[in-house]
């Protein structure tokens, strides 16, 4: 089945700079790649995915990359802000007509510091 | 639409005894899911529905651990006895499973927390 390694598993940036997290799957098949944010008590919430027919994705201050051949992708926050805080989540799946199922990543606690 | 609807938010409970959770998914979805998180292993599928079918069970730790979706509006977890280590946050998930071309975005519930003493 499915493997996804999510690195670095904490990170610590101040307010303003840039934040990245790096993932990793390990099944060619998956082509569809979505990253969620977990606030303290709280479920996780989808941010921004991409599919595996797109190499780069933005939103805002939000970007996503995708190396199929290398089969990793990357979480990009610019200009983080406090409320940026949370543990974030990479996720791959490979999609069929019955199936979506998600492998998750183990995650990554960013903690924006002012 | 109100989101995914999990019940209850907290449970506390004695090691033997049963434990149910709930979820409503949202209006229209036709796939759900349920994860346990722990600081140990993270974010685990336990079983998931498609048009209320079971597809994979293959996350479900025991048989202490079943599931039921009756109808596509519900849909039960349930922890027959229930063990110290249960003890975690159970989250339900629904997503519109639209064939290979669709996202099939997951959303999820605020989750349970459960603790079994």
């Known amino acids: 089945g499915e493997n996804v390694e999510q690195h670095p598993s904490t990170l610590s940036v101040q307010e303003g700079d840039s934040a990245v997290i790096k993932c990793t799957y390990s099944?060619?098949?998956?082509?569809?790649f979505p990253w969620y944010k977990q606030e303290l008590g709280k479920g996780p919430q989808l941010i921004i995915d991409?599919?595996?027919?797109?190499g780069e994705k933005k939103d805002q201050r939000i970007a996503v990359t995708l190396n199929k051949t290398a089969k990793h992708f990357s979480l990009h926050i610019t200009e983080t802000q406090p409320e940026d805080s949370a543990v974030y989540f990479c996720?791959?799946?490979?999609?069929?007509?019955?199936?979506?199922?998600?492998?998750f990543g183990t995650g990554t606690r960013l903690q924006v510091t002012l | 639409d109100a989101g995914v609807i999990q019940s209850p938010r907290h449970e506390v409970t004695e090691m033997g005894q049963e434990v149910t959770l709930r979820c409503k998914p949202i209006?229209?979805?036709?796939?759900l899911f349920w994860y346990r998180q722990t600081m140990m292993r993270g974010l685990e599928l336990l079983i998931y529905f498609n048009n209320n079918v079971p597809i994979d069970d293959s996350g479900m730790p025991e048989d202490r651990f079943s599931a039921k979706m009756p109808n596509a509006s519900f849909s039960t977890l349930k922890i027959q006895p229930s063990e110290p280590r249960d003890s975690a946050v159970y989250f339900c998930?629904?997503?519109?499973?639209?064939?290979?071309?669709?996202?099939?975005?997951?959303?999820f519930g605020a989750g349970t927390r459960l603790s079994v003493l």
């Open positions: 998930a629904s997503s519109f499973t639209g064939g290979p071309s669709a996202k099939n975005i997951q959303y």
């Open positions: 996720a791959a799946s490979m999609n069929t007509g019955t199936a979506s199922k998600l492998t």
């Open positions: 991409i599919r595996s027919n797109v």
């Open positions: 209006s229209g979805h036709n796939s």
């Open positions: 099944d060619s098949a998956s082509n569809y």
